[in-house]
């Protein structure tokens, strides 16, 4: 299936504003991979098919996901929204044909990150985060420029940015994944 095609589809999949939103991020994607030499068509791909099981309520998430014999976390049981991105590696794939792994983990990986990320996976976590769609975030300036010069630094701004949300409780439980890539991150920032 071709990214003509993939958008026609998800189109019909997801709200208007979670459409425009996967639109900004595949090109915010696309943008960076340039800028990075990563490959841009990849790049586009996951940046579009980033959030394409979102709209699906939350229980429908959890069965779905055991349907396909996909692990839920205990904090996935208790905050279902962080299986949409799991979920969407397996769409990619079933839905959508995209047989490359490291599209498929970039989807993945969208939300919470994980240590030593692949240069696509770092793309789509940031590009998910600064896309122009994206209502003002703190920081989100000095998060756009890190974006472009220096991504890991992006990267962990971008965490620090969320555990600090996330630990205000108004999330709920945060997600050990995110914590241990935080730590990741910044402790490649230190050795500079």
């Known amino acids: 299936m071709n990214r003509f095609e993939m958008r026609e589809r998800l189109e019909n999949k997801l709200t208007k504003k979670r459409f425009e939103h996967s639109l900004g991020v595949e090109y915010v994607s696309g943008?960076?991979?340039?800028?990075?030499?990563?490959?841009?068509?990849?790049?586009?791909?996951?940046?579009?098919?980033?959030?394409c099981a979102k709209c699906l309520p939350a229980d429908e998430k959890i069965a779905r996901c055991q349907k396909h014999g996909l692990p839920i976390s205990q904090v996935e049981f208790a905050n279902p929204e962080l299986l949409h991105a799991k979920l969407g590696a397996y769409y990619a794939r079933?839905?959508?044909g995209v047989d490359d792994e490291?599209?498929?983990?970039?989807?993945?990986?969208?939300?919470?990150?994980?240590p030593a990320m692949?240069?696509?996976?770092?793309?789509?976590?940031?590009?998910d985060y600064i896309e122009p769609n994206r209502k003002p975030l703190p920081e989100i300036d000095e998060i756009r420029n890190e974006a472009f010069s220096d991504i890991d630094a992006s990267?962990?701004?971008?965490?620090?940015?969320?555990?600090?949300y996330l630990d205000s409780g108004s999330?709920?439980?945060t997600d050990e994944m995110s914590v241990r890539t935080y730590k990741y991150y910044t402790s490649l920032n230190s050795e500079d």
């Open 118 to 127: 692949s240069l696509l996976e770092k793309i789509v976590f940031v590009a």
């Open 94 to 96: 079933e839905k959508y």
């Open 155 to 164: 990267v962990a701004h971008i965490l620090k940015n969320t555990l600090t």
């Open 31 to 51: 943008c960076l991979a340039m800028v990075h030499g990563a490959d841009v068509n990849k790049a586009l791909t996951a940046g579009l098919l980033h959030d």
């Open 171 to 173: 999330c709920g439980d």
């Open 102 to 114: 490291d599209i498929r983990s970039a989807i993945e990986f969208h939300t919470t990150g994980r």
